[in-house]
T-cell receptor, first 108, second 117 residues
Framework: ELKVEQNPLFLSMQEGKNYTIYCNYS?????LYWYRQDPGKSLESLFV?????AVKQEGRLMASLDTKARLSTLHITAAVHDLSATYFC????????FGKGTRLHILP | EAGVVQSPRYKIIEKKQPVAFWCNPI?????LYWYRQNLGQGPELLIR????????DSQLPKDRFSAERLKGVDSTLKIQPAELGDSAVYLC???????????????FGQGTRLTVV
């Protein structure tokens, strides 16, 4: 059974700092998605990672996938307050399984 | 292009009452998902449709939950009777095709926030 673990679950950081969110999963998969969710809103797709070694960047966010380690990372560079949200990874096995989410709070 | 449309946005009902949610996926999307998201948690799959066929309903509590996707387009999710523990946000999502080699992600609707009192 596919299990997905994110860490940390909560993260409070200062603007301007860098940090990384980790997504580990338990069985073989070569497709992983990152989503953002603002409070009371639905999920917004950020990145689709389709193969080992895939790296995608959008603004201050960069996502990567290591299928051999069963690990994806979401790196935040020089955080700004607007990036405060909950970030979910979702892994595709025989179904799409979501992690519990990382609640990110960026202090101005 | 319109996204995934869900209604209602909010619903408050008393326990033991029935409730239904409606979803209109993105035009042309064959795959439709219903997820439940409890407060502070990630979405959990309830059921997945490929066109009108429910191909994965292993997580759907079949004693009280039912779903249908007639004609492979719109879908409804019903709970009867509702229990206090059913309070959650119910999300509908669609994607062009689950097995697509392009690996397109699921696009989510705004969700229906259900409160059972």
């Amino acid at each position: 059974e596919l299990k997905v673990e994110q860490n940390p679950l909560f993260l409070s950081m200062q603007e301007g700092k860098n940090y990384t969110i980790y997504c580990n999963y338990s069985t073989t998969s070569d497709r992983l998605y990152w989503y953002r969710q603002d409070p009371g809103k639905s999920l917004e797709s950020l990145f689709v990672l389709l193969s080992n070694g895939a790296v995608k960047q959008e603004g201050r966010l960069m996502a990567s996938l290591d299928t051999k380690a069963r690990l994806s990372t979401l790196h935040i560079t020089a955080a700004v307050h607007d990036l405060s949200a909950t970030y979910f990874c979702a892994v595709v096995g025989d179904k799409i399984i979501f992690g519990k989410g990382t609640r990110l709070h960026i202090l101005p | 292009e319109a996204g995934v449309v869900q209604s209602p946005r909010y619903k408050i009902i008393e326990k033991k009452q029935p409730v239904a949610f409606w979803c209109n996926p993105i035009s042309g999307h064959n795959t439709l998902y219903w997820y439940r998201q409890n407060l502070g948690q990630g979405p959990e799959l309830l059921i997945r449709y490929e066109n009108e066929e429910a191909v994965d309903d292993s997580q759907l509590p079949k004693d009280r939950f039912s779903a249908e996707r007639l004609k492979g387009v719109d879908s409804t999710l019903k709970i009867q009777p509702a229990e206090l523990g059913d309070s959650a946000v119910y999300l509908c999502a669609s994607s062009p095709r689950q097995g697509s080699i392009w690996g397109t992600e699921a696009f989510f609707g705004q969700g229906t926030r259900l409160t059972v009192v």
